[in-house]
């Protein structure tokens, strides 16, 4: 028989590690607030149930506008996972998905498409992102279908980027741990085990379903005028998270770190990537593509621009 953990001990653990571990001390303490108000009144079942994760997660992210922090209930408690079940789980779940590379294809125009459900860590993923952009390698624009990417790996979102800049030169982003830091800073790489993308248009396709990792690679190449960002507003969940157990059948998401980028010194988180060419999600591809085949046709109507791509290619 599973012990049940009453409303008030799970607030009273839930504040703890908020006020202990959450990257914005002054958001935690609002939501402190706000839980305990909600309490008081009576809002909350007496005991911690699924229901009641859902109350907490509402309340939770309406005080901080944080879309990472949630609390999630595990029916059993052989569901809870530590932090090394947990990325065991994801690693195997991310190969059974070819590493986030779900489809590689040639559109007309010899315009190239990549579609990713993620960006998983570089370790595992940088093979299949290599392969990937080798078969895009002589296309004339390229379409990034991020509209079903959920998440991924700063090191990976770097490694990703970096084929479409010319050398380790440019700084994408940091990524600050903790209220005050320390920040990591992200450049490109300067060796690559494949061909740069360079000299061509790149479009980058999102929607709601975009989230976390997918949303930095948008992010990133949007403030750094390197792609085109077509379909709509994308999930707005910037923060990294740690799994913490509160307790039986219950885990907290808690954000530890925050992305800023260096052209714009803030991140997504709660707004969204907003794109540049708002449209139905459904149909960001045929815009991008229509987009794509407007500035190819626009390049090849000068010799001089012909006679670079054959050189190139």
């Not at 959450?22 to 007496?46: D, N, T």
């Not at 809870?80 to 991310?94: N, P, V």
């Not at 459904?282 to 001089?304: M, Q, T, W």
């Given at each position: 028989?599973?012990?049940?953990?009453?409303?008030?001990?799970?607030?009273?653990?839930l504040i703890e590690r908020l006020l202990d571990g959450?990257?914005?001390?002054?958001?935690?303490?609002?939501?402190?607030?706000?839980?305990?108000?909600?309490?008081?009144?009576?809002?909350?079942?007496?005991?911690a149930r699924p229901e009641l994760c859902k109350q907490l997660t509402a309340d939770l992210q309406r005080a901080t506008d944080d879309k990472h922090l949630r609390l999630i209930w595990h029916e059993?408690?052989?569901?809870?996972?530590?932090?090394?079940?947990?990325?065991?789980?994801?690693?195997?779940?991310?190969?059974?998905?070819?590493?986030?590379?779900?489809?590689?294809?040639?559109?007309?125009?010899?315009?190239g498409l990549l579609e990713l459900t993620a960006i998983p860590e570089l370790a595992a993923a940088a093979p299949t992102l290599t392969a990937a952009m080798l078969l895009v390698q002589h296309t004339e624009a390229l379409i990034i279908d991020l509209r079903p990417t959920l998440g991924g790996s700063?090191?990976?979102?770097?490694?990703?980027?970096?084929?479409?800049?010319?050398?380790?030169?440019?700084r994408l982003s940091d990524i600050v741990e903790g209220p005050d830091g320390p920040a990591r800073q992200f450049w490109t790489a300067d060796y690559l085990p494949g061909p740069r993308y360079l000299g061509r248009p790149v479009y980058a396709l999102t929607g709601p379903k975009t989230f976390s990792g997918g949303e930095s690679f948008a992010y990133d190449l949007q403030a750094l005028g390197r792609a085109t960002i077509v379909g709509e507003p994308t999930g707005g969940g910037a923060h990294p998270s740690q799994v913490v157990c509160l307790a039986e059948h219950i885990e907290l998401f808690l954000p530890t770190a925050r992305p800023v980028s260096p052209i714009?010194?803030?991140?997504?988180?709660?707004?969204?990537?907003?794109?540049?060419?708002?449209?139905?999600?459904?149909?960001?591809?045929?815009?991008?593509?229509?987009?794509?085949?407007?500035?190819?046709?626009?390049?090849?109507?000068?010799?001089?621009?012909?006679?670079?791509?054959?050189?190139?290619?």
């Open positions: 028989m599973t012990a049940t953990i009453q409303t008030r001990a799970l607030i009273d653990v959450y990257i914005f001390p002054e958001r935690a303490a609002v939501a402190a607030r706000v839980l305990w108000k909600q309490h008081r009144a009576g809002a909350y079942p007496a005991a059993s408690s052989a569901d809870s996972q530590d932090d090394s079940q947990l990325i065991g789980a994801l690693r195997e779940r991310f190969r059974l998905e070819n590493h986030g590379v779900r489809r590689v294809d040639l559109m007309s125009g010899n315009v700063p090191d990976a979102v770097t490694f990703l980027s970096s084929f479409l800049f010319p050398d380790g030169e440019t714009t010194g803030g991140n997504w988180e709660g707004v969204g990537v907003q794109p540049d060419i708002r449209v139905p999600a459904a149909d960001a591809l045929a815009v991008a593509h229509r987009e794509a085949l407007d500035v190819i046709e626009n390049k090849f109507s000068n010799p001089g621009d012909r006679s670079e791509t054959k050189a190139r290619a």
